[in-house]
């Protein structure tokens, strides 16, 4: 399992692609969801173009905004829960 924030782009985005495609379970943090479910949707296509050998896709969207202590506590709760 991995928590990613920036993973909607560049850097973060290609960390997340290879995670995924080792099979691991990937948590996209982002402050809304709008960005993330762009690249969610983005991924899921690379993934079927470029590791159609790999296990199955496991990308998730979790709420984050680190200058929000509320927000954050709300993150690590639904991501524990998730695990």
Excluded at 10 to 36: E, K, M, W
Excluded at 40 to 56: I, Q, V
């Amino acid at each position: 399992m991995a928590f990613l924030a920036s993973a909607n782009s560049g850097l973060g985005y290609a960390t997340t692609i290879t995670l995924a495609a080792h099979g691991d379970r990937v948590f996209l943090a982002c402050r809304n969801q709008s960005r993330p479910q762009e690249a969610l949707e983005r991924a899921k296509e690379e993934f079927k173009f470029r590791c159609s050998n790999s296990p199955t896709l496991q990308l998730e969207f979790v709420e984050l905004d680190l200058g929000d202590m509320n927000k954050t506590r709300l993150a690590a709760q639904e991501i524990l829960k998730k695990s």
